[in-house]
């Protein structure tokens, strides 16, 4: 397995993984899925904020982070988003991604990377505290996704 940013030949890859997340799984509240060309944008808009792990040629899972909240006094805060194909869980796959993906961060100047994970997953926040990250909040009933509602656990880790 190899860590390398993401190209723009690979949004078609990174929304196969992520829409069958946000088809199926608890990690986001996000029921639109994403297009290819949405991918390819945000591929083009973050650089070193986008990575992907692949494997024998295919994407098997990809890290990106973007700015916490809008305005200047954000600017060193990032929100990042991970996710893998199913293959690759338990694999060591998520751990290189953040490993790159906090050091590209470093680089960039952010000071802290923040984890918004909904409540219901559970090895997303497990995953969370063992790459080092600290719950700092949970906000119960803010999100709502197949029929129910759902808490956001918020991580955080100081770079």
Not at 8 to 36: H, L, M, P
Not at 49 to 60: D, K, Q, S
Not at 72 to 92: F, N, V
Not at 114 to 139: D, M, Q, Y
């Amino acid at each position: 397995m190899r860590i390398r940013a993401a190209e723009q030949g690979d949004a078609a890859a990174i929304a196969a993984i992520w829409n069958r997340e946000i088809r199926d799984g608890v990690s986001t509240f996000n029921t639109a899925e994403k297009t290819r060309i949405e991918i390819a944008e945000l591929i083009a808009a973050r650089g070193a904020g986008f990575i992907v792990a692949y494997m024998h040629g295919a994407v098997i899972g990809f890290a990106t982070y973007f700015q916490f909240r809008g305005g200047p006094g954000y600017a060193h805060t990032m929100e990042h988003s991970i996710h893998l194909a199913e293959a690759a869980r338990g694999q060591g796959t998520g751990r290189a991604l953040m490993a790159v993906l906090e050091q590209n961060a470093r680089a960039a100047g952010v000071h802290s990377l923040i984890a918004g994970i909904g409540g219901e997953n559970l090895s997303g926040v497990a995953f969370h505290t063992r790459v080092g990250f600290a719950p700092v909040a949970r906000l119960p009933e803010v999100g709502r996704k197949f029929g129910r509602w759902m808490d956001l656990v918020l991580m955080q880790k100081f770079l």
